[in-house]
């Protein structure tokens, strides 16, 4: 199996930074795909960014030019640097995985979330 430990959520004002790191490990292959999902109150859970192993990255309109994001494959961790954050931000933010198993199987695996709230 597969663990997804996040940490780095929190409360912070807005225009304030937050770091989220996300750590995988397990019976893992190869990492294909890390990054980050969210989920506001009384909303969908929607992409934020996420990042491939050949370094390409996207990410969510709403969020460019304010978060970034990045990895270290020799760690198998993924973080999001978030700047300039505004309330709307605010919801409960998931790491996501898309690994090869040692079974060689292409696999998905989603962290138990961890909450940032922008708030005054």
């Known amino acids: 199996q597969v663990q997804l430990v996040e940490s780095g959520g929190g409360l912070v004002q807005p225009g304030g930074s937050l770091r989220l790191s996300c750590a995988a490990s397990?019976?893992?292959?190869?990492?294909?795909?890390m990054g980050w999902y969210r989920q506001g109150p009384g909303k969908e859970r929607e992409l934020v960014a996420v990042v491939t192993s050949g370094g390409s990255t996207n990410f969510a309109d709403s969020v460019k030019g304010r978060f970034t994001i990045s990895r270290d494959n020799a760690k198998n961790m993924v973080f999001l640097q978030m700047n300039s954050l505004k309330p709307e931000d605010t919801a409960v933010y998931y790491c996501?995985?898309?690994?090869?198993?040692?079974?060689?199987?292409?696999?998905?695996?989603w962290g138990p979330g961890t909450q940032v709230t922008v708030s005054s």
């Open positions: 996501y995985l898309a690994y090869t198993s040692i079974s060689r199987y292409l696999l998905t695996s």
């Open positions: 397990g019976r893992i292959f190869s990492i294909n795909t």
